[in-house]
């Protein structure tokens, strides 16, 4: 794994990848590093959680090992799992010629054990193991986490224990749809992601989407800081100014106007709802100036 010595070496490694990292943002991730600690990062969605933990694996040439989240998610589907058809094909193929005690320890070993997201990245480390959306889980699987994450190592009844041989960098993401425990928090560096500021923005947006001009990657940039400022259900991320600029740019769009804006605003707005208010209040209007 590359070797960051300080918070504008991480800086400069995600750049190089293409991610901007402002120093807060920098600095945890170095921090993160050289403490060994867990990377929370808290934030509306598309503010660039998840794709900073895809950065760093890129900028410290390792492998990013991805768990995604969601309601109901268990051990089983994240740590480990029995490959029970496989198991089934080796039980008739020894055809009672062994012990039946034999037979059955022969089942447990590693060969029909199916890695998850979790032991893979123990088993695999160096690496990042992004854990995405914690929200989405539930209580009981975040302490679960917990457990897996203090460890760094996982024991399987029927194998042992199975050890990180250098622990991963994890970086976990919370779109905030809920609180998550302070016990799980208390692991971990903790970083709230704001939207990029106007600057910022401007850059990841023509570093994102080639070829763009100044001046439409400006025109969207403004627009979409005053949509949102606008209180809308769901106010644009950095996904959806690059989806804008991409969706311009498909339609030969040089200029940001009321009417390149009228026939784009879907990749910008998800809900009918945002798109009647902001038509209502006038295209013109967010497009001013
Ligand atoms: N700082 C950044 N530098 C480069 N690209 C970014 C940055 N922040 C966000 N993006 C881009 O915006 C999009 C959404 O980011 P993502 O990581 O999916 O957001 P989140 O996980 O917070 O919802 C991605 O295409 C990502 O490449
Ligand atoms: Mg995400």
Known sequence: MRHLATPQEVADALD?????????LATAAFLALRMGKPLFCEGEPGTGKTSLAIGLADALGVEVIRLQCHEGIDATQALYDWDFPRQLLHLRALDGKVDPDEAEKSLYTRRFLLARPLLRALEAAPCVLLIDEVDRADDEFEAFLLEVLSENAVTIPELGEIRAAEPPLVVLTSNRTREVHDALKRRCLYHWLEHPDLTRELAII?????????????????????????????????????????????????DLDAASAAVTLGAVLKYREDADRVIAAGLDALLAG
């Open 16 to 24: 190089g990848v293409g991610y901007l990292a402002d120093d807060g």
């Open 206 to 254: 023509r570093r994102r989407v080639p070829g763009i001009s100044d001046r439409l990657s400006a025109q969207i940039t403004t627009a979409v800081r005053r949509l949102r400022s606008a209180e809308l259900l769901k106010p644009p991320g950095v996904a959806e100014s690059i989806d804008w600029a991409h969706a311009l740019l498909a339609l030969d769009r040089t």
